[in-house]
């Protein structure tokens, strides 16, 4: 796909916003993150859109290269982070192709996030290369975050809301969707072409290019099967704070991998 709407689509949309009102997503995605890494290090956030993830990383005392293939996304995370006080804890702002990680040194950094640029190469190819960039310029031993699309959620969302999901407005369509894992929106202006993944074919895809499972989660948990109204029954009872730890719990089940729009791979550099 043409890197020029990924980066026309992340120019106009709001990452940060969305991680606002979306906020199980960052929360369980920070918790397993945290788990995970190294007490201290240096940390690169490649495919960091605005930099949340980073600017939470900076914030606990890592030291953070921030990469984007958007420059509006890079512009943006240094604001963030002079308005937060936390450019002193960034090593670097750049404007990179996930696939070309042009200047970054082999085997520098002790943890890498990649939370988003396997979601925008369609060709077979460029994964590829975007997890081979991940591979070298991680330490070995080293940590890193993946995350992917779950195909068998995007065909539930298109048979729940065709109208929604064109063209998966149609059985046809939706069939072939879940034989080739693309998808391109046709109503202009809506999330760019895509790709997703079969979730039995994370680990073995990560694991071909040198990586080790820690685990892989849902990083949307069973969000996506409670209504507005389930919801508020939780709240109502003050409950939602145990709901939520539930649902990060829930996050590492493997039953619920396929109802989950997002997945968080976490593994070791070999």
Known sequence: MERSRVVDYYSRFDEWGRLDREPLEFMINMHYIRESLPATGLVLDNGAGPGKYAMELARSGYRVTLSDLTPASVDMARQKAQEMKLSQQFEGFHVLDATHLNGIADETYDAVLMLGPLYHLQLEQERQAAVQELHRVTKPGGVVFAAFQSRMRMSINSLQSPQHWKPNDSMDAIRSFMQK????????????????????????????????????????SLKAMLTDEQELYWKERGEERELFHYLIEAAKDPSILGISSHLLYIGRKL
């Open 181 to 220: 894992g693309t998808f391109d929106h046709r109503d202009q202006g809506r999330f760019t072409g895509a790709y997703y993944f079969h979730v039995q074919d994370v680990v073995p895809f990560m694991e071909q290019h040198g990586f080790e499972t820690v685990h892989l989660i849902g990083s949307s």
